[in-house]
């Protein structure tokens, strides 16, 4: 499976079979999954959909929308339990309005 590091961006290949195994970037040497979900600009977000081949769940959230803040708790826990089978992606609407 082909994984972007949210840190440094850098594409890594990892078997599926490894991916339970919290792995590093072979770029940056930091893990590739934190259990959480991640913020990502419009760039990264299309540079993760273009050229990985993960699953993206992504939240479109507005700090003024009273049901995002609501399911952002609920976001950070199927997160937690799911990453890293899935990514979890929270596109903040306001800061990202290209892609919203």
Do not use: H
Not at 34 to 41: D, F, L, R, T
Not at 50 to 61: A, S
């Amino acid at each position: 499976m082909i994984t972007m590091c949210t840190n440094c961006g850098g594409l890594n290949k990892v078997p599926e079979t490894k991916l339970s195994n919290n792995p590093n970037c072979g770029k940056c040497k930091k893990p590739l999954y934190k259990g959480e979900p991640i913020s990502m600009a419009g760039t990264q977000l299309t540079r993760a959909i273009e050229k990985t081949d993960e699953l993206l769940v992504v939240d479109f959230w507005a700090t003024w929308c009273g049901p995002c803040q609501q399911f952002a708790p609920t976001f950070k826990q199927v997160a937690a339990q799911l990453e890293p089978k899935a990514r979890f992606i929270k596109i903040e609407t306001e800061k990202e309005q290209a892609i919203s």
